[in-house]
T-cell receptor, first 114, second 114 residues
Framework: SQQGEEDPQALSIQEGENATMNCSYK?????LQWYRQNSGRGLVHLIL?????REKHSGRLRVTLDTSKKSSSLLITASRAADTASYFC??????????????FGIGTKLQVIP | GAVVSQHPSWVICKSGTSVKIECRSL??????MFWYRQFPKQSLMLMAT?????????EQGVEKDKFLINHASLTLSTLTVTSAHPEDSSFYIC??????????FGPGTRLTVL
C-alpha cells in the first residue's frame, strides 16, 4: 500500500527558481528517502534522513523532516532544466525489522522551464 | 555507491510466454532483494521481498504463481513473469540491500506483452 503522498503532484517552474515538494506519511518511520526518476528510467537515490534528524543538506538539495506532523519536504534551490524529473519520497516503517521495506509515495512531477 | 544491474533492460514478448528478469548486485552481497512494479505515470508498488536461500514474501494481491522469484545467491535474484499477458506490461525495478541496510536500485526492465 502507498505510504507517502507527495504534494504537489505536478510542479512547473522557471530555471533558477526554487522547487519545494512535500511528502506526508501515515505510520512511524525508521527513515525517509527521496528519489528522482527521469522519464522511463530507474531510480536515483538523492538523500536519506533518519527519524531522529530534522534537516539534511546535499548540494542544492535540502530535506526537512517533521515526525510530529509526519511530513517531509524536499527543496531544490536554483533549479536547472536538468532537474526535470519525477521525485518520490519513500519511507521505511519503524519495526519493519530485517526486511526494511521501502514504500513509495505517488511522486511529484517537476518541470523546469529553461 | 553500490551498483545494481538488471537484465534485460527491455523485453517484448508474445502473450502466453514467460519472461525472466535478472537483478544482480555487482559489488556487494545482498541478503535481501526487492521487486517493484511501476505502471505508466504511477508510483512504484512493492511486489515481493526475497531473502537469499528462502522463499519470497509477496505483497497482498501479487500472485506468487505468476511472478516467480528466485534468490539463489547473494548477488542474484530473478523474477519470472509466467504466462505473460498485456496487463503485465510494466516497468519492473529491483533493489538490493547491503549489510549496512542501505538499498540500491536497479535501472529497471521495461516489459511489453503483445
Amino acid at each position: 500500500s502507498q505510504q507517502g503522498e507527495e504534494d504537489p503532484q505536478a510542479l512547473s517552474i522557471q530555471e533558477g527558481e526554487n522547487a519545494t515538494m512535500n511528502c506526508s506519511y501515515k505510520t512511524s518511520i525508521n527513515n525517509l528517502q527521496w528519489y528522482r526518476q527521469n522519464s522511463g528510467r530507474g531510480l536515483v537515490h538523492l538523500i536519506l534522513i533518519r527519524s531522529n534528524e530534522r534537516e539534511k543538506h546535499s548540494g542544492r538539495l535540502r530535506v526537512t523532516l517533521d515526525t510530529s506532523k509526519k511530513s517531509s519536504s524536499l527543496l531544490i534551490t536554483a533549479s536547472r532544466a536538468a532537474d526535470t524529473a519525477s521525485y518520490f519520497c519513500a519511507t521505511v516503517p519503524m519495526g519493519s525489522g530485517g526486511y526494511q521495506k521501502v514504500t513509495f509515495g505517488i511522486g511529484t512531477k517537476l518541470q523546469v522551464i529553461p | 555507491g553500490a551498483v545494481v544491474s538488471q537484465h534485460p533492460s527491455w523485453v517484448i514478448c508474445k502473450s502466453g510466454t514467460s519472461v525472466k528478469i535478472e537483478c544482480r548486485s555487482l559489488d556487494f552481497q545482498a541478503t535481501t532483494m526487492f521487486w517493484y512494479r511501476q505502471f505508466p505515470k504511477q508510483s512504484l508498488m512493492l511486489m515481493a521481498t526475497s531473502n537469499e536461500g528462502s522463499k519470497a514474501t509477496y505483497e497482498q494481491g501479487v500472485e506468487k504463481d505468476k511472478f516467480l522469484i528466485n534468490h539463489a545467491s547473494l548477488t542474484l535474484s530473478t523474477l519470472t513473469v509466467t504466462s505473460a499477458h498485456p496487463e503485465d506490461s510494466s516497468f519492473y525495478i529491483c533493489s538490493a540491500r547491503d549489510q549496512v541496510a542501505e538499498q540500491f536500485f536497479g535501472p529497471g526492465t521495461r516489459l511489453t506483452v503483445l
